[in-house]
């Protein structure tokens, strides 16, 4: 990076800034970010809205205050770090980043396991801190502040070198940003977790971000029924746009009869569930032919447990597969590059766009219900 190019980084920068869960987030002026080893720096597009975050506002998820959460981002490359040598990466490419930011080099990472990165959970999930056991957040004052993935919800955002991929010119920046969380966990779900194979069936328990891209990435994998659920019509409205072959209201209608009544007695293949609480892992499971996976991608808030029945469990031959995320290094080019072919429908699924001075205002729409698909924070606002 030029010296030139340096100065253009300004000093301080605006974030969203989590110190009270009465309060939610505040706008605070932060010092810019700056990259070390195996990092970069960008100047963040786009910031994506996501379920986990109010787990982590509500005070549901325990993390370190005061913090910068946001975890699905796009922007431009204004900095690199050392070490980037081999990385491809070059300053002003546009990219995105995905939540699930591995190492590189622990024993998970160095088998292509990045979703159970060691020290992605220990220090970052855990403390809000990247891998050297710092944070690259701070006050005016030099208060440490911590990181929930690379902190996204602010200006600028360092991001580890293993958790970037490069957009073509096509691609839109601002929907971009759901590329690195709610696409990229229903690419996992669809991909790794379920192992999907042309022809079987599928039902998606709960149609938010997630949700709806598990709908068409499983459609694309050559799903021949994908069955959408939900409470809310005016959620599953949208559905067929994105591959399903039927929708059901499971608050109006009970689900299981509804989806074997549609495969002709037998149940679902696989079934998704991307929400987190206790109902719709049942109905996840309710749906299931013998045989079947039920895949579990949602997260709950705090400590939940769900029933099982164990003896269908046990005679059906059927199996729980937990999906976090994805093998980033692997998996978010692959969907980045779905949705540059037009085969993930990026754009509509992003409803709303919020300034960043109203994230507390798009995370409350998020709370209510009143987000169809995902809300972004969209910096150019």
């Known amino acids: 990076m030029t010296s030139d190019e340096t100065t253009q980084i300004p000093p301080t920068m605006q974030a969203a800034v989590l110190r009270d869960h009465k309060t939610g987030l505040q706008i ?10 195996g990092e970069v720096l960008i100047k963040v597009a786009a910031c994506g809205l996501c379920h ?3 787990h982590v506002i509500g005070g549901a998820i325990a993390f370190p205050l ?14 690199l770090g050392p070490g980037n040598e081999h990385s491809g990466l070059e300053v002003g490419q546009s990219v995105a980043g995905g939540f699930l930011m591995p190492c590189g080099q622990c024993d998970a ?14 220090l970052n999930r855990l403390k809000g801190l990247l891998y050297d056991g710092t944070t690259r957040l701070a006050t005016t004052e030099g208060e440490p502040v911590a990181m929930y993935s690379m902190g996204g919800l602010a200006q600028y955002a360092v991001v580890p070198s293993t958790s ?4 073509p010119e096509s691609i839109d920046m601002v929907p971009a940003a759901i590329l690195g969380c709610a696409a990229m966990t229903a690419y996992g779900a669809v991909r790794r977790g379920a192992d999907l194979r042309y022809g079987e069936t599928v039902a998606v328990v709960a149609t938010g971000g997630v949700g709806t891209n598990i709908v068409q990435v499983a459609r694309a994998f050559g799903a021949r029924q994908v069955i959408a659920i939900d409470v809310d019509d005016d959620k599953l409205a949208p559905m067929f746009d994105y591959g399903a072959t039927a929708v059901v209201n499971s608050s109006t209608h009970d ?3 509804e989806v074997f009544r549609l495969t002709g007695g037998k149940g679902v293949d696989v079934s998704f569930e991307a929400l987190g609480i206790p109902a719709t892992w049942t109905t996840a499971l309710d749906v299931l032919a013998d045989g079947g996976r039920m895949v579990p991608i949602g ?15 046990v005679r059906r031959s059927q199996s729980i597969l937990g999906s976090y995320g994805a093998r980033t290094r692997q998996d978010l080019p692959a969907v980045v590059d779905l949705a540059a072919q037009g085969v993930i429908n990026y754009r509509d699924v992003v409803s709303r766009r ?5 994230a507390r205002l798009g995370y409350e729409a998020l709370h209510n219900r009143e987000v169809q698909g995902r809300a972004v924070v969209d910096m150019s606002l």
């Open 52 to 54: 986990s975050d109010l």
């Open 164 to 167: 970037v991929t490069p957009v």
């Open 255 to 257: 689900a299981r009869e």
């Open 66 to 79: 005061p913090a910068v959460l946001g975890h699905e981002v796009s922007g431009t490359i204004v900095e």
């Open 299 to 313: 997260l709950g808030a705090g400590v939940q447990t769900a029933g099982v029945e164990i003896n269908r469990t």
């Open 28 to 37: 605070e002026t932060l010092r810019t970010p700056r990259p070390k080893s």
């Open 354 to 358: 919020f300034p960043l001075q109203e």
């Open 109 to 122: 990472c160095a088998a292509g396991r990045d979703e159970l990165c060691g020290p992605f959970f220990e």
